[in-house]
């Protein structure tokens, strides 16, 4: 179907105008909401991600993508909310605490959304308590930890630690933040680690069984 | 020689006595160093190799605050507000101090939909010489006592604009070409041009300029986005400090965190003479040196992520003869401090490692 092609292609280059009216026009030919994310909307945002991590396109270009999407989004939410359709997995997210900074952060969040997942966004300063109740509450497939301190490191092994201690069997626990590695995810007991916005995705498909 | 003669010998590519040493610190470092030695100031405690002036703006908080509600944004009441309208809000809880980078950024400037909107907000007019007054007095005050006068111009252009409108907009308006961050970034630019001069008639040694253009992986934005949007604006400002410098060497020095290799020969073009940090974690500061060491100062080098957090002292110590290895072996042009301002997880017995191991070296 080439408006959904199209569509794919406008997310991609963040347009943002063209994208709506695209979504638009798809919705008016009887296209569902759910294919036109699926098959539209997150493609696009796929083919951003893997030009992200490619150092194709930079943080501009992604946010400007995201923004597209966002827009399309507001039309088609209240047609899936309508309909009973919800995304398969949920993913919490948040900056640590003790930190305020929220761009990677904010960043992940917007490649999640933009492949399809459902995102509950925690802001900055989350306490270790505040994921848990978050993750029992949402039933969360992913919880997302940010942090670009060194000083709030300590915080993101604490919120771990509770997060394990809590006994959520489905819940898999992703790190990341400039200082953050591997090997701090591996030493605190994250489940996943991704150094970029583009990498998080695959990291999260992975975590939640889906191939990346 | 004193610490300024010195600095100029090493960054003209001269043997220097020693690695000129700076040591910024966050409030709670700061606290901890009057703690230890009875003096607050990293500079005075440390006998570091530099001394700092500023501009002094009027902070009009009240003014910003009433033209921010005419934009449909509430400053919180707590929200600090500062006299190019960045508004700040600290923490709920000081366990980790209040500095800058510890406190919540807002972005008063995202409902803005017009450049007209931005001309009525109450903007200090930057060519008053009164901001600067203080600066020519202060900077004779530091050759006095033999020391490297530098002035901070830091969050140049880019950063002070999207603190105000937040990044996303910031780039939106960048792709959507409807002015508004060309506006602000225009703002910045000029007020760069007038702080800088004056700071170069004042008679300062370094003049800091930077924006954050990289990440942990690389650029932050392209090279042909930063090429078109920040080089040529930067350039203006790095011309005009030079022709207000009658001649006399003003070192550039240009901070961005992260890495940012592709730019690097573009900014050495356009006059950076001194880059920072050369966080060893993403950019290998003896690659700079085989690539750039005739043409270029590095300064910071030693890792705010990894080692003066997380090392041993024996750690840091190998860390400083290893830049001071790049001097006395390679002729590079070195200064030595932190990647970024110390933080509270910073050991104490790595900060006088730092210090003193800096100090152990002599170059003969």
Same mark, same amino acid.
């Given at each position: 179907?080439?408006?959904?092609?199209?569509?794919?292609?406008? =997310? +991609? %280059?963040?347009?943002?105008?063209?994208?709506?009216? @695209?979504?638009?026009? /798809? *919705?008016? #030919?009887?296209?569902?909401?759910?294919?036109?994310?699926?098959?539209?909307?997150?493609?696009?945002?796929?083919?951003?991600?893997?030009?992200?991590?490619?150092?194709?396109?930079?943080?501009?270009?992604?946010? =400007? +993508? %995201?923004?597209?999407?966002?827009?399309?989004?507001? @039309?088609?939410?209240? /047609? *899936?909310? #309508?309909?009973?359709?919800?995304?398969?997995?949920?993913?919490?997210?948040?900056?640590?605490?003790?930190?305020?900074?929220?761009?990677?952060?904010?960043?992940?969040?917007?490649?999640?959304?933009?492949?399809?997942? +459902?995102?509950?966004?925690?802001?900055?300063?989350?306490?270790?308590?505040?994921?848990?109740?978050?993750?029992?509450?949402?039933?969360?497939?992913?919880?997302?930890?940010?942090?670009?301190?060194?000083?709030?490191?300590?915080?993101?092994?604490?919120?771990?630690?509770?997060?394990?201690?809590?006994?959520?069997?489905?819940?898999?626990?992703?790190?990341?933040?400039?200082?953050?590695?591997?090997?701090?995810?591996?030493?605190?007991?994250?489940?996943?680690?991704?150094?970029?916005?583009?990498?998080?995705?695959?990291?999260?498909?992975?975590?939640?069984?889906?191939?990346? | 020689?004193?610490?300024?003669?010195?600095?100029?010998?090493?960054?003209?590519?001269?043997?220097?006595?020693?690695?000129?040493?700076?040591?910024?610190?966050?409030?709670?470092?700061?606290?901890?160093?009057?703690?230890?030695?009875?003096?607050?100031?990293?500079?005075?405690?440390?006998?570091?190799?530099?001394?700092?002036?500023?501009?002094?703006?009027?902070?009009?908080?009240?003014?910003?605050?009433?033209?921010?509600?005419?934009?449909?944004?509430?400053?919180?009441?707590?929200?600090?507000?500062?006299?190019?309208?960045?508004?700040?809000?600290?923490?709920?809880?000081?366990?980790?101090?209040?500095?800058?980078?510890?406190?919540?950024?807002?972005?008063?400037?995202?409902?803005?939909?017009?450049?007209?909107?931005?001309?009525?907000?109450?903007?200090?007019?930057?060519?008053?010489?009164?901001?600067?007054?203080?600066?020519?007095?202060?900077?004779?005050?530091?050759?006095?006592?033999?020391?490297?006068?530098?002035?901070?111009?830091?969050?140049?252009?880019?950063?002070?604009?999207?603190?105000?409108?937040?990044?996303?907009?910031?780039?939106?308006?960048?792709?959507?070409?409807?002015?508004?961050?060309?506006?602000?970034?225009?703002?910045?630019?000029?007020?760069?041009?007038?702080?800088?001069?004056?700071?170069?008639?004042?008679?300062?040694?370094?003049?800091?300029?930077?924006?954050?253009?990289?990440?942990?992986?690389?650029?932050?934005?392209?090279?042909?986005?930063?090429?078109?949007?920040?080089?040529?604006?930067?350039?203006?400002?790095?011309?005009?400090?030079?022709?207000?410098?009658?001649?006399?060497?003003?070192?550039?020095?240009?901070?961005?965190?992260?890495?940012?290799?592709?730019?690097?020969?573009?900014?050495?073009?356009?006059?950076?003479?001194?880059?920072?940090?050369?966080?060893?974690?993403?950019?290998?500061?003896?690659?700079?040196?085989?690539?750039?060491?005739?043409?270029?100062?590095?300064?910071?080098?030693?890792?705010?992520?990894?080692?003066?957090?997380?090392?041993?002292?024996?750690?840091?110590?190998?860390?400083?003869?290893?830049?001071?290895?790049?001097?006395?072996?390679?002729?590079?042009?070195?200064?030595?401090?932190?990647?970024?301002?110390?933080?509270?997880?910073?050991?104490?017995?790595?900060?006088?490692?730092?210090?003193?191991?800096?100090?152990?070296?002599?170059?003969?």
């Amino acid at each position: 179907m080439s408006l959904l092609t199209d569509l794919t292609a406008a =997310v +991609a %280059a963040g347009k943002r105008i063209d994208t709506v009216r @695209l979504t638009q026009e /798809l *919705l008016t #030919s009887g296209a569902r909401p759910q294919d036109i994310v699926e098959q539209g909307l997150v493609p696009g945002m796929a083919i951003v991600g893997g030009q992200f991590k490619r150092n194709e396109i930079f943080v501009p270009e992604m946010l =400007v +993508a %995201a923004r597209a999407m966002k827009e399309a989004l507001k @039309l088609l939410e209240p /047609l *899936l909310a #309508s309909a009973g359709i919800k995304p398969k997995y949920t993913v919490i997210i948040g900056t640590v605490q003790g930190d305020l900074h929220d761009i990677g952060k904010n960043l992940i969040s917007m490649m999640w959304r933009g492949a399809g997942f +459902a995102v509950i966004d925690l802001g900055t300063n989350v306490s270790p308590e505040r994921y848990v109740t978050a993750a029992q509450e949402h039933q969360a497939h992913i919880v997302g930890l940010s942090a670009l301190l060194t000083t709030t490191m300590p915080a993101m092994k604490e919120t771990v630690r509770l997060l394990k201690a809590a006994g959520l069997p489905h819940t898999k626990i992703m790190i990341g933040g400039a200082p953050i590695t591997q090997a701090f995810a591996d030493d605190i007991g994250a489940d996943g680690y991704a150094a970029d916005a583009g990498t998080a995705v695959d990291v999260a498909r992975k975590l939640v069984g889906e191939a990346a | 020689m004193n610490a300024r003669e010195n600095f100029q010998a090493m960054m003209s590519g001269q043997r220097a006595a020693w690695l000129p040493l700076n040591v910024p610190v966050t409030p709670p470092v700061a606290d901890l160093i009057a703690a230890r030695t009875g003096v607050r100031s990293a500079e005075l405690a440390f006998e570091t190799d530099f001394d700092f002036v500023a501009a002094q703006y009027p902070v009009t908080p009240e003014r910003w605050r009433a033209a921010f509600q005419q934009l449909g944004f509430d400053a919180p009441a707590t929200a600090e507000i500062e006299a190019f309208g960045v508004t700040q809000v600290a923490p709920p809880s000081d366990t980790l101090g209040s500095a800058y980078h510890l406190r919540m950024l807002l972005h008063p400037l995202a409902t803005v939909t017009s450049v007209a909107q931005l001309k009525n907000l109450p903007w200090p007019d930057t060519a008053a010489a009164d901001h600067y007054a203080a600066v020519a007095p202060r900077v004779q005050q530091i050759h006095t006592r033999g020391k490297v006068a530098w002035a901070g111009l830091e969050c140049t252009l880019f950063e002070l604009s999207w603190y105000l409108r937040g990044m996303d907009n910031l780039f939106q308006d960048l792709a959507d070409k409807n002015g508004i961050a060309d506006w602000l970034l225009d703002y910045f630019t000029t007020r760069s041009i007038h702080a800088g001069q004056a700071f170069a008639r004042a008679g300062v040694d370094i003049i800091a300029l930077g924006d954050d253009v990289g990440m942990q992986t690389g650029l932050l934005l392209s090279a042909p986005m930063w090429r078109h949007h920040l080089k040529p604006r930067l350039a203006a400002i790095i011309t005009a400090i030079r022709a207000a410098s009658s001649g006399r060497k003003i070192w550039i020095h240009y901070h961005s965190d992260g890495n940012i290799l592709p730019i690097i020969p573009e900014l050495i073009e356009i006059g950076i003479d001194i880059l920072n940090p050369i966080q060893p974690e993403c950019m290998s500061a003896a690659e700079l040196v085989h690539l750039h060491g005739r043409t270029l100062g590095l300064s910071g080098l030693v890792g705010t992520q990894t080692t003066m957090p997380f090392g041993t002292p024996e750690q840091v110590r190998q860390r400083v003869r290893e830049i001071a290895a790049l001097h006395r072996d390679h002729g590079a042009r070195v200064m030595i401090a932190p990647t970024h301002v110390l933080e509270p997880d910073v050991p104490w017995a790595n900060i006088l490692a730092l210090v003193e191991e800096t100090k152990s070296i002599r170059f003969s």
